[in-house]
Nanobody, 117 residues
Framework: QVQLVESGGGLVQVGGSLRLSCAAS????????MGWYRQAPGKQRELVAT???????STAESVKGRFTISRDNAKNTVYLQMNNLKPEDAAVYYC???????????WGQGTQVTVSS
């Protein structure tokens, strides 16, 4: 089992920045993928960015150039630096952890990001 604890959400003005963190604990294999998804009211959950345990990243086109995902493998923690936030970035952001051995998928409880104009 893996537990995920998220932090860093909140209220920010348009153009502002926030940094989300998600710490994983429990039985974790060395091969995994950590990432962030988001879900706005009335919309489906969508991928924001992922990063593998080897450091390979994937970022949604809608946030490229503004959001940066990174991780600290020693701390099993993933970060999402969000800059130049827009109203359309407002959503509940969920941390995701995919473990390769055994294959399992975990979700954090979600953290609210609100962008005011």
């Amino acid at each position: 089992q893996v537990q995920l604890v998220e932090s860093g959400g909140g209220l920010v003005q348009v153009g502002g920045s926030l940094r989300l963190s998600c710490a994983a604990s429990g039985t974790i294999s060395s091969i995994n993928v950590m990432g962030w998804y988001r879900q706005a009211p009335g919309k489906q959950r969508e991928l924001v960015a992922t990063i593998t345990s080897a450091g390979r990243t994937s970022t949604a086109e809608s946030v490229k150039g503004r959001f940066t995902i990174s991780r600290d493998n020693a701390k099993n923690t993933v970060y999402l630096q969000m800059n130049n936030l827009k109203p359309e970035d407002a959503a509940v952001y969920y941390c995701n952890f995919f473990d390769a051995f055994p294959r399992a998928n975990y979700w954090g409880q979600g953290t609210q990001v609100t962008v005011s104009s």
